[in-house]
């Protein structure tokens, strides 16, 4: 025989193989590998609290600041700050070092800078006055193309910026509610409630026709009943972001899927999929933020057409490969088919009744290529965007070990401390998400300026 090493599939032998296989598994098996994994996340998670077990997010320096954050040269916002004692003076951790700031404090520093400064720079976030917040979904039934990571970061960018921004997961995975330090003990701190007091309210608007009819009443069971005084910000925590909020998920969320059609069967005349963006709305949580940023899960189920009615932008995240493309193009095949079938569905009765059928719309729907390598992908980036065209976003953001990194302590670019990393490889890394960022505020900003136009012509 001779001594070359083996492919690592042949030669196995049948005893050694049994003796690595071990025991088969029951059903109690999961329970405990659960266990285990629970155990190291919470350890890893751990790592980035602080003694009183809360996220923290880090300072700001001013080399930070001035370059991404408040466009000033350095020496002008140090002058400020010189001649402005009652501002943030930030901290040092060394005599005469750099000065950090935390985000309340750049948030102050930019209000400052914007009552005084020049004009013609952007310091604060357009928000037409008296618009809405804009929605914004994040989806793709393709797992693992990106969604939670361009979500998560696109929050962080928004906050940045100065825009209040509420985040919603409903990813029964719950990665985004991790990203962001939420605590979630049950489905009763998700969304969940709200789509039972939509359902509960359309019930109670269902049993007055019938009462009226001479008809016996449905019942209003006790989940709906617990949940008809519950509002959006009951639901809302706090980050460790000052501008950022969240509405969290976790495993018990997925019980949306199997409770919602039985809702559904039992008043066929519920409008389910505008279950979330109505009480949204109601709430007044489109007064109380500028951005909502939802997050959905890899499956076209009840939540995310949810996500999908109430967003006024929705952004697919894809990789640039042959099978992401592919299951891509079926997605928008699946929207497709189920948006056309709820709008049939609806404008039979619409008909019926002689009233405006149901037409769906977004502000802009975007693919997004996502975790781009130029060096590889390029040929196939550019054909996608042939096909495609505008509809592909033509910012790729890039693929960078930034991210993986930042993954282990559950936090994101934006929150790693740039004198961990080299300073070529961060500005790198986070470009890509500057970038994002960029292209989605711009969709933001022409969608709010379309509004605003609209509203004053039909004022005129
Ligand atoms: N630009 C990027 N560069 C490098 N890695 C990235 C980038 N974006 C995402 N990733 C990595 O890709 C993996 C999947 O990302 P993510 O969890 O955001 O996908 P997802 O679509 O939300 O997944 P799921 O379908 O499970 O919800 C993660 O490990 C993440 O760190
Ligand atoms: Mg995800």
Redesign the pocket.
């Known amino acids: 025989m001779s001594s070359d090493p083996l492919t690592p599939y042949h030669g196995i032998s049948p005893d050694a193989a049994l003796t690595a296989l071990g025991n088969p598994l029951d059903t109690a098996g999961f329970g405990t590998i659960a266990e285990a994994c629970r155990q190291g996340r919470d350890d890893l998670a751990g790592r980035g609290l602080d003694d009183q077990g809360q996220k923290t997010l880090r300072r700001f320096s001013t080399w930070e600041i001035t370059k991404y954050l408040i466009p000033v040269a350095p020496a002008h916002f140090r002058r400020v700050l010189r001649q402005n004692p009652d501002l943030p003076q930030g901290l040092t951790e060394t005599d005469g070092g750099a000065k950090w700031f935390t985000l309340d404090e750049v948030l102050r520093l930019r209000a400052f800078f914007a009552a005084e400064g020049a004009a013609n720079r952007d310091y604060l976030p357009y928000r037409p006055q008296g618009l809405a917040a804009k929605l914004l979904a994040v989806a ?1 039934f ?10 998560a970061h696109l929050a962080m960018s928004a906050a940045l910026d100065g825009y209040k921004v509420l985040v919603i997961d409903l ?1 029964s ?1 719950g ?1 985004m509610t991790s990203i962001f330090g939420g605590k979630v003990a049950d489905e009763w701190q998700t969304v969940f409630p709200l789509l039972a007091r939509h359902y509960g309210e359309h019930l109670r608007g269902e049993n007055q026709a019938r009462t009226d009819r001479g008809e016996a009443p449905l019942p209003l069971e006790d989940t709906v009943l617990q949940a008809m005084d519950l509002r959006a910000q009951d639901l809302a925590q706090k980050t460790h972001w000052p501008n950022i909020d969240l509405i969290g998920a976790q495993l018990d969320l997925y019980w949306a899927e199997f409770q919602v059609p039985v809702w559904r069967m039992n008043a066929r005349s519920w409008k389910l999929w505008d279950a979330l963006s109505d009480r949204l709305e109601a709430d007044g949580v489109l007064d109380q933020y500028d951005l909502v940023i939802l ?1 959905t ?2 499956a076209l189920g009840y939540l995310t057409i949810n996500a999908l009615a109430a967003a006024d932008i929705l952004l697919v ?1 894809t990789g640039a490969s042959f099978l992401e493309f592919e299951s891509t193009g079926r997605f928008f095949d699946m929207l497709h088919a189920t948006f056309a079938s709820i709008e049939e569905g609806e404008n039979i009765a619409a008909r019926a009744l002689g009233r405006p059928g149901l037409s769906f719309e977004w502000d802009a729907v975007r693919a997004i290529v ?3 390598d130029g060096a590889q992908q390029a040929e196939f980036g550019a054909l996608m965007q042939a096909y495609l065209g505008t509809v592909l976003s033509p910012y790729r ?8 990194q930042a ?1 282990e302590q559950v936090a994101g670019i934006y929150e790693a401390d740039y004198r961990d990393f080299n300073r070529e490889t961060y500005a790198r890394g986070r470009a ?2 500057d970038e994002t960022w960029a292209a989605v505020k711009r969709l933001l900003i022409g969608a709010w300026r379309r509004d605003e136009l609209a509203t004053s012509q039909a004022a005129e």
């Open positions: 793709n393709k797992g693992g193309v990106g969604k939670t990571s361009t979500a990813d995975q990665s997050d899960p890899p995240p996502t975790r781009y953001q890039d693929f960078t070990a930034l991210v993986g993954g890509a998400f």
